[in-house]
């Protein structure tokens, strides 16, 4: 009896004790613990948290160039669309959420590491036997805990909220500023056409080369890689559109990565393929017509590429020299470029004009024509007639004209029929694009009677090519083609500026495609 009541004594005096201490000790302890474990807590998930964000977490893997390119920045992935490039993702488009994991990954590794510090097995006996004197410690940790995953959720709300916003004005911008930029491209037909013969792909936006370290970007609009900047994985800023981009990269093909024009993408694009027999006179008509628009144009017409630069030079030996006429060589052809300032315009000061010179034996020959895939993206074309071609001229031009025409032995209209067939046959629209049929070696032409009261305009010379037996090729070309006009051309120097100029066709067909020459 005695015993129990000593226990009962001993158990009373505890409580008492116990709820004094935790009344006047451990309350008034645990508020300020608390207010402790707060600040602590607070204060160290943002330091982690800027830590982070700042890049100082070994913990958070970068979102690399190679993985944008293997799409860890996501988005949609068209396979007719240029393949994501080796860049840098824009901030808000992925890399942030790693960042905010890293945040959550780095305020919890501290929290368990500082549990595991104060919970550790030697000092919970201490803990129990101490207690209530050891509960202000658990309140601070406890309040430290929350307060870090409190400024995690916090960190991670601000966050979203700040990406949103963004992803909202960025996407409106994104969309606005693609859009000017087709509406551009559709307004200034500057699709650009791959001058070389292996190749001859229509980009409708080219690549561009990194000024810093020669890589290739195949698709520099805005959008995860950036609005207004994409970094390339050297770290060089590249401007977004091609309006902009124009201005300053260096433009490469998509399909075979070999260097455009300067400006391609920007400017114009105008691609003019001349087709005809062989010795129908197209190589002597293109060089008079450069050379005709060199005259016109005078330092607004520059070659493009140093191929082009190399034949103009070429054309313009031949011609002052009066010097024959090599056969071009049965291989597919790379286009001849220059670049024209049109006077008057500012956004798209300029154009490209290609001119293609396929040998004759591409339109003599139906399988070797469908190589020629330049001609399915071209709008206006030139046809190529040697007059002398026609039985009715070479009947009555003596053998020594014949010999000085050089004359061509294959059939103008069958010449005409495998081109146009051929387009034809790939779908392509010809009744919406534009045909000149130039009547060439008018200088030798007008040697003979048959060509008395033949003026170089179009009625005239349309009338005269269906009064020598091509009427039939004449209804064909009209009923082929949305517009078509005939010209009467001499490749003499001496032509130019006058009817039988052979700029005068060019210059048709260049109005035909929306370019205007000086």
């Known amino acids: 009896m005695g015993t129990s009541i000593v226990w009962g004594v001993g158990i009373f005096l505890y409580l008492v004790a116990a709820w004094a201490a935790l009344t006047w000790v451990s309350a008034p302890l645990a508020l300020i613990c608390a207010g402790v474990g707060a600040l602590a807590g607070t204060v160290t998930a943002l330091l982690l948290t800027g830590w982070v964000f700042t890049g100082g977490d070994s913990g958070v893997r970068v979102m690399t160039p190679e993985q944008v390119a293997s799409g860890a920045a996501g988005g949609r992935k068209h396979p007719n669309l240029p393949r994501r490039d080796t860049a840098w993702a824009a901030y808000f488009a992925g890399p942030v959420v790693r960042d905010v994991r890293g945040v959550w990954g780095a305020v919890v590794r501290v929290t368990r590491r500082v549990w595991g510090f104060f919970w550790r097995e030697e000092l919970r006996q201490i803990y129990l036997a101490l207690f209530p004197f050891t509960l202000p410690a658990a309140i601070g940790l406890a309040v430290f805990t929350l307060s870090g995953l409190g400024v995690a959720l916090a960190v991670t709300v601000v966050t979203a909220a700040l990406t949103t916003v963004l992803w909202l004005l960025g996407g409106a911008l994104t969309w606005a500023m693609r859009g000017a930029d087709r509406a551009y491209q559709a307004i200034f037909r500057s699709k650009t056409g791959c001058p070389h013969e292996d190749c001859w792909y229509v980009n409708p936006l080219p690549a561009y080369r990194c000024p810093g370290c020669g890589q290739a970007h195949r698709d520099l609009r805005p959008g995860r890689l950036g609005v207004l900047w994409h970094v390339c994985e050297c770290g060089r800023r590249l401007p977004t559109t091609r309006l902009r981009a124009g201005h300053r990269l260096r433009p490469v093909c998509q399909r075979c990565l070999r260097d455009l024009a300067l400006g391609a993408g920007k400017l114009t694009d105008v691609r003019v393929p001349v087709f005809g027999a062989t010795s129908s006179g197209k190589s002597r008509f293109i060089m008079a017509a450069f050379g005709s628009l060199h005259l016109a144009a005078g330092d607004a017409v520059e070659a493009a590429d140093i191929d082009s630069d190399r034949a103009l030079r070429d054309y313009d030996r ?43 034996e591409y339109s003599q020959n139906r399988e070797i024509n469908e190589e020629l895939s330049y001609l399915d993206h071209a709008r206006t074309l030139a046809f190529v007639l040697d007059p002398f071609a026609v039985r009715a001229v070479s009947e009555q031009a003596g053998g020594d004209l014949l010999g000085r025409a050089n004359r061509s032995l294959h059939d103008p ?55 020598q037996g091509l009427g039939n090729l004449v209804r064909m070309a009209e009923s082929d083609f949305r517009s078509v006009r005939y010209f009467l051309v001499s490749s003499r120097k001496g032509a130019y500026g006058s009817g039988m100029d052979a700029l005068v066709p060019l210059r048709w067909l260049l109005a035909e495609d929306g370019v205007e020459l000086p």
Not at 422 to 448: F, G, I, N, P, W
Request: hydrophobic share 50%.
């Open 318 to 360: 031949d011609l002052t020299a009066d010097l024959g006429t090599a056969a071009t060589a049965v291989v597919p052809p790379k286009a001849v470029t220059v670049r024209l300032r049109l006077p008057g315009r500012r956004l798209n000061g300029a154009c490209l004009i290609h001119v293609f010179d396929a040998a004759g």
């Open 413 to 467: 209209e069958d010449s005409y029929a495998v081109t146009v067939q051929r387009l034809q046959a790939y779908r392509v629209k010809t009744h919406e694009r534009c045909l000149a049929v130039v009547v060439s070696k008018a200088d030798l032409l007008a040697r003979m009677p048959l060509a008395a009261g033949l003026v170089p305009e179009d009625d005239s010379v349309r009338a005269w090519l269906a009064g």
